[in-house]
Nanobody, 121 residues
């Protein structure tokens, strides 16, 4: 499985972006992570295969929405009310297992290359 993340860019604070993650093959349970300069990669959001289960980091709850279109093998991250602290490279990842430890990077089997999101103040 190859994952291709896209949709990043430069936006002013309060603006919106929609990230996409296209998979070459079937998708599994999917997650988004972010990595700001000088910081470790951290969990942002997760969606189960059927889309019935979602999780969000506390820092993005109410602002970000994860969704998926399995017919297109694509997962989305709608990012609204962006803040300068959201500036990071965003990575999508796929995991064959579901359920527990959705925020643990080692639980994911495949990773995309990342897309840069920059939020100016």
């Amino acid at each position: 499985v190859q994952l291709q993340a896209s949709g990043g860019g430069l936006v002013q604070a309060g603006g919106s972006l929609r990230l996409s993650c296209a998979a070459s093959g079937r998708t599994f349970n999917m997650g988004w992570f972010s990595q700001a300069p000088g910081k470790e990669r951290e969990f942002v959001s997760y969606i189960s295969w059927y889309g019935s289960i979602t999780y969000y980091a506390d820092s993005v709850k109410g602002r970000f929405t994860i969704s998926r279109d399995n017919a297109k093998n694509t997962v989305y991250l709608q990012m609204n009310s962006l803040k300068p602290e959201d500036t990071a490279v965003y990575y999508c990842a796929a995991r064959k297992t579901g359920g527990q430890s959705v925020g643990v990077m080692t639980q994911y089997d495949y990773w995309g290359q990342g897309t840069q999101v920059t939020v100016s103040s």
